[in-house]
């Protein structure tokens, strides 16, 4: 079995709306051993791990960590983003719900090292369950001496609230989630400054996903790199795949780097149900390129997605099989963002009404070569020039689409405009 | 609980706006926030009504407008989609003998599309309130609305 549980070890075993449970598996034995020592060791550990964050863009831990501790400001702040949008992704919800003490433990473990004295749990409006056990288990750890003044004994003070989302994917996107949490609607800013420079109320803040934070305890305890051994040299430690669509057994699967797709497809999904074949994959999410069976082999490792430009990042695979259409599916896909773009720069807002368009025309069978032309300039200036990266890589299914299924497009056009089969 | 008693709960800062509102809308018999809602924050928090309305406007849980009682999200993104998400929701509207986004005549159901839940290993699903119900299907969709007139007084 290719199946690696670390993060979720003690997922099944232990009652997550239980502190005392928690601790009787091990939880908050590395924060503790912390607090005795100097926060600079850890985030050497943490250099040596070469943890990359977990929520979509795959950015060095330590390197957000060390531009924060270059910050002289004492008002500094930590942000867990819980806010899991990306259509396909369902493991951090996974995490929030079944073992919460887990992700808050490596939330501690990151605001002790960077010396932030105030926390927030942001937490998108729709997981109403994830938000009662957070609320249930921060309030634990408040009784019970892990939050507040002289934690343990020690001179560190950490308080930490819970926010809810109302409804927004764009978010999760780093600065518009700060702004959420500032109770503004949710457009992203421009950077630089970065959020380590200028984040919540503009002063230095660590933004770090659910799974990334869940990670900080494993490397406390094993060391870098211990932590570091698991995986492949660039992509280390192992990885929640939220696996869904056409496959016999979807759900949430912890894998070392490095496997393959094909693998999780078929040894954890049970592969796509009896007697259809995969079609399509899409990567990621909603942001994630859709690419054929031949590139099943492909490991899960952020390089080697990056050579397709895609990210490994959130770990969604959605399997499609023959009975799916591409256009349908870009259609939704573009549906979403069409919905979802926050309005604030103008190639996404308005890119998204034209890419939508097209995408349908192409749905009805009246495609022409023309519509194909600017369907793959407007993508790519939507690509290149939209101010953050949800819009950046809303077009990433429809460009991968272009690259991998390019004769889809032209048994789409009408008659006049489609003779050209090359 | 009145509107009052519910803001006296955050301190009358704009960052708690979020959590204000969502808290008032819950409470409201139309799950909406109504002109004077909106006052009443921006007052309490000292900000102009614009600031409040720019936040109820950009969220999708928040709603300006009256809601139906019952607000029947259906997920429709990829993984619902691919798992027969159209088809649970045209019989959620046959059931109901309503379109999307149109209330119900008698105002009790509403069935609205959402972005995706993050349950898609168990797709399609649709909440409800703050339940989520999974592997959704036409009777498990009509035995749902039958649950849900038959408490239609609670």
Known sequence: MIELKRLTQRIGVVNPLSLQSAIEHGSYQSFLKLLKTDPM?????????????????????YTKMIAMAKEASSERYIVCNADEGEP???????????????????????????DAHKGFVYIRGEYDQAIEIMQWAIEELKEAGYLGSRIHGSD????????RGAGSYVVGEEFAML??????????????????????????????NVETLANLPLIIKEGGHAFAAIGTPSSTGTKLISLSGNVVHPGVYEVPFGVTLREVITEC????????RVQMVQLGGACGPIVPPMLLDLQIDFERFEDYDSKTGAGAIIVMDERQDLFKILKNVSQFFDHESCG???PCREGQVHLLDIIEKFDRHEGAMKDLMSLESLARVMNQTSLCGLGQSSVMAVLSSMSYFRDAYFDRMVEEGGGNHG | MRIQEIIKQYPPRDDFLLE???????????HHLSEDDMRFIANY?????????????FYSLLYTEPQAKRVIHVCHNVPCFINGQEGLTESLLSLLNTTIDKPTQDGQFVVKFTSCLGACDKAPVVRVGDQMYTHMNHNKGKALIAQMRGHRHD
């Open chain 1, 156 to 163: 560190f003070d950490f308080t930490l609230e819970l926010r």
């Open chain 1, 269 to 276: 999904g049970g592969g796509v149900p009896h007697p259809h």
């Open chain 1, 88 to 114: 396909g992704n369902f493991k951090d919800r996974y995490l929030l719900e079944h073992d919460p003490h887990c992700v808050l433990e490596g939330l501690l473990i990151a605001a002790y090292i960077v």
């Open chain 1, 179 to 208: 702004e959420s949490i500032e109770g503004k609607a949710g457009r992203t800013r421009v950077k630089p400054p970065f959020p380590s420079e200028k984040g919540l109320f503009n002063q230095p803040t660590l933004i770090q």
């Open chain 1, 41 to 61: 060791h850890a985030l050497q550990e943490i250099e040596r791990s070469k943890l990359r964050g977990r929520g979509g863009a795959g950015f060095p831990i």
């Open chain 1, 344 to 346: 604030r720069c103008t």
């Open chain 2, 20 to 30: 204000m509102m969502l808290a008032i809308q819950k409470q409201q018999p139309n």
């Open chain 2, 45 to 57: 928090c000292g900000v102009k009504e614009s600031r409040v309305s720019s936040v109820a406007t």
